[in-house]
C-alpha cells in the first residue's frame, strides 16, 4: 500500500502546454486590430491618419454625415487612439466671423466621407496647432479660403501654358 | 458653463449687446447653463436708441439695466455630442426671449448650435444664418 503511495507521487501528471492564444499577440493590440477591422473595412480611415502619409495640422477636409450635412475645416490636431478606436480629428473654422471647433471622432459610424479639400504648401511647424486660436496665424473663413487658393492655382497653370 | 455674473454676447437685434446672468433657470444651485438652458440676465450694454427703427423690432428693444429672459445659444466651454464628437465656439451668447419663449429681436446675425432644433428652438433655429 505504501508502495504504491509513493510511486503516484514521483511520477506527476505532465500535460502538453496549451497554444497560444492569438499566436502570443497581446491582447490589446489584437482587440485594437479587430475593432479597427469592423469599424474600418477598407482601410481608408487609417490611410488618412497614417503619421507619415495622411493628414496633417493644417489642411482644410471637409466630413460628411450620412444625413448628407457636412463641416468644413482646417485640422488642428489629430489625436491617435492607442489600443482604441478613439482617434479623433480637431477642425476650426470661422463662421460669420464666429470660431467654431469640432472634434470628430474618426472611426464614428455616422461619417459617409471626410474629404480633403486643400492641403498647403508650407505647414507650421507643430503637430497640435491649438495656439493659433485668436492670433494672426487663425484660420479665416476657411470655405472662402480654400476658393481663393484654387483661384490662385488656376491663374499660375494658365501664366505657365 | 454660464453662471452667475457670466457676461454674454447677444446676437439678436433687440438692442442689447452684452448681458449678464443673473440666474441659471431650472438648474440644481450648484449647476451651470449649457446650449439650450434658459437663464435671466441683465442687460449691461445697449445700442443706442434710433428712432427710424421702426416695426416689432422697436416694441421690444431694451435698454441698460433691464431685466430679460435668454437662452444660451453657443458657450465657449466645450460640450459633448451623443455621437461623441465635441464643440466648442469662441464666445458665449445668447438670444433674448420673452416670458413665454418667443423671441424678442427678429434677427439673429451669427451662428447657433445645432442642438436648438433638438430642443425645439425652432424660431431662433429658423431665424439664425446658420447652424454648427
Known sequence: ?161 | MIYLKTLLNVIDNSGAQVVECIKVLRHGPRNFAKVGDEITVVVKKARPLQAEITGQAANNRVKRRDICRAIVVRTKSPFRRPDGSVVRFDDNACVLVNKSGDPLGTRISSVVAKELRDLEFNKIVSLAPKTF
Open chain 1, 1 to 161: 500500500m505504501c508502495n504504491v503511495l509513493t510511486i503516484y507521487i514521483d511520477t506527476p501528471t505532465v500535460f502538453e502546454p496549451l497554444p497560444k492564444k492569438r499566436n502570443g499577440e497581446n491582447a490589446l493590440s489584437y482587440l485594437q486590430k479587430e475593432l479597427l477591422q469592423r469599424y474600418d473595412p477598407t482601410g481608408k480611415r487609417r490611410a488618412l491618419v497614417d503619421s507619415k502619409t495622411g493628414l496633417r495640422a493644417g489642411d482644410v477636409i471637409k466630413v460628411t454625415y450620412l444625413d448628407r450635412t457636412d463641416v468644413v475645416g482646417r485640422v488642428l490636431g489629430i489625436k491617435r487612439g492607442q489600443n482604441n478606436v478613439g482617434t479623433n480629428i480637431l477642425i476650426r473654422n470661422k463662421i460669420n466671423r464666429i470660431g467654431s471647433e469640432i472634434r470628430i471622432p474618426l472611426f464614428s459610424p455616422k461619417l459617409r466621407n471626410i474629404e480633403v479639400l486643400y492641403k498647403p504648401e508650407e505647414y507650421l511647424s507643430r503637430g497640435k496647432q491649438y495656439y493659433i486660436r485668436n492670433t494672426k496665424l487663425d484660420v479665416d473663413d476657411v470655405e472662402a479660403y480654400v476658393k481663393r487658393q484654387q483661384h490662385k492655382l488656376e491663374k499660375a497653370n494658365v501664366s505657365k501654358k
